[in-house]
């Protein structure tokens, strides 16, 4: 014959049992799921804060300087003979208004190659 489930002596450990599910969670959603939105949120606003003449860094690594924003696209240039790329603004990893003292370095060199060709 099949015998019944042992049952616990003690009722109370069910509750206890409950109790740590739910804790568990709770710490999950602060330490883990909360931060993670907040995160998603800011790259949302920053990719859509994006305007005509800032500098970004794709998610590929190409630099580049913002020349028309679209809808879901924007339109960069990457070197100076006005090579332009198209990109989605999910690409975006990072959005700079200040020109980069890096670039105006590179820029310069550029120029006196130019002109000494």
Known sequence: MLK????????????????????????????ISRPQRAKQKEEQAKRESVKKGDKIVSIGGI??????????????????????????????????SEPDELDLETADVASEKENNN
């Open 63 to 96: 630099h580049g300087q913002v020349v028309i924003v679209k809808e879901k696209t924007i339109v960069i240039t990457i070197n100076n003979q006005g090579t332009r790329m198209e990109l989605s603004k999910r690409a975006v990893a990072s959005v700079s």
């Open 4 to 31: 019944p489930p042992a049952q616990d002596a003690n009722p109370g450990s069910q509750f206890l049992t409950i109790g740590l599910i739910v804790v568990l969670f709770a710490l999950y959603y602060f330490f």
